[in-house]
């Protein structure tokens, strides 16, 4: 699929000129659940407007690209029920192919005396120990840190793909940049930043570009993504194969308690 094979499913969003606060409160006030965190669901800003015609004439409008599948295989829309889940808003989520569970467990940090059964009761917290789990899921091995991002950094994805493996790594980060990290033996490949694709770095930039036009993105083109998250693992998706879902986050599961971490 070539960049001009497909038009990006575009989508425009009103943003009124007053506080987020008076919008929060009216969206509780009506019984909307909304979060103090993170951007405005578009449906919960649409209704504050057919409430308020009269700020309707001060409001600006700004247009996004939402990645959506274009052949087949894992899409954005797969991923619809993370934002609802325990992940949060920082989590990542590595994908290893060549090492098995404890292996990739002590290549993320983990010394044996941590790893042990994870269960409902563990969390990561402030300066105590950070939690992974890890399964099986066909060839590949799926690390998920809560509230970590071990798995996105550099010499972590080195070390978990080194000895001609792959690594694939997707960072959530509500407060920070999104990371989508592709790397082989030993070697990063591409990083990509989910919400502007545009920005790729590594070795070879442009090795997932036919993956991002097959999710309605044009690599070429300085666009915002609207669904950064699902389309950063629908990537991931294309590249390994795998699609992970609620199921996969059941526990007990095999994982570590990593000792004096800390965010």
Same mark, same amino acid.
């Given at each position: 699929?070539?960049?001009?094979? #497909?038009?990006?499913? $575009? ?22 659940? !909304? ?8 449906? !919960?800003?649409?209704?504050? #407007? ?11 409008? #700004?247009?996004?690209? &939402?990645?959506?599948? &274009? ?24 994908? !290893? ?38 399964? &099986? ?34 960072? $959530? ?6 990371? !989508? ?14 919400? #502007? ?7 070879? =930039? ?23 998250? =699902? ?20 526990? =007990? ?11």
């Amino acid at each position: 699929m070539s960049d001009a094979d #497909f038009t990006p499913l $575009r989508v425009t969003y009103r943003v009124p000129r007053l506080g987020r606060t008076q919008i929060l409160d009216w969206a509780r006030a009506n019984g909307y659940l !909304v979060s103090g965190r993170g951007r405005m669901a578009p449906e !919960v800003t649409e209704a504050f #407007f057919a409430a308020h015609p009269e700020i309707l004439e001060q409001a600006s409008t #700004f247009e996004m690209v &939402r990645a959506t599948a &274009r052949t087949p295989g894992a899409s954005p829309e797969d991923y619809a029920w993370q934002e609802e889940s325990r992940l949060g808003g920082i989590y990542t989520i590595s994908f !290893v192919r060549g090492l098995d569970e404890h292996e990739a467990l002590r290549r993320l940090g983990a010394a044996d005396e941590n790893i042990r059964l994870i269960d409902d009761g563990d969390y990561t917290y402030p300066e105590g120990p950070q939690i992974i789990t890890v399964r &099986r899921i066909g060839d590949w091995t799926v690390a998920i840190e809560d509230c970590g991002w071990r798995g996105a950094q550099r010499e972590t994805l080195d070390a978990l793909s080194h000895d001609g493996g792959e690594a694939v790594a997707v960072l $959530r980060h509500d407060y920070a940049q999104h990371h !989508v990290a592709y790397a082989v033996d030993g070697r990063l490949i591409t990083d990509i930043n989910p919400g #502007f694709p545009i920005h790729r770095q590594g070795a070879d =930039p442009d090795r997932l570009n036919r993956h991002l036009r097959e999710l309605g993105i044009d690599p070429a083109a300085d666009d915002s993504i609207d669904n950064p998250i =699902p389309a950063a693992l629908a990537l991931a998706g294309r590249i390994t194969g795998i699609v992970v879902t609620p199921q996969h986050l059941r526990r =007990p599961v095999l994982g570590a308690a990593i000792p004096g971490s800390s965010f």
